[in-house]
């Protein structure tokens, strides 16, 4: 069984870190992390499941 979550994903922006350091717009991983639709994965991922519970 699997709960879709209402609350959105964190954004890599959102998540906060220590001593005030922001993530570099410019770094690849955050553009590759800014170019997933994350919420087409998850309609996919939950669709596997059975919602009989």
Sequence with gaps: ???KQTN???TIYDFDQPLGLTMNPENRWVKKA???PWSVIED?????FSSDR
């Design 34 to 36: 800014d170019s997933i």
């Design 8 to 10: 959105r994903q964190l």
């Design 1 to 3: 069984m699997y709960k």
């Design 44 to 48: 996919k991922y939950a669709a596997l």
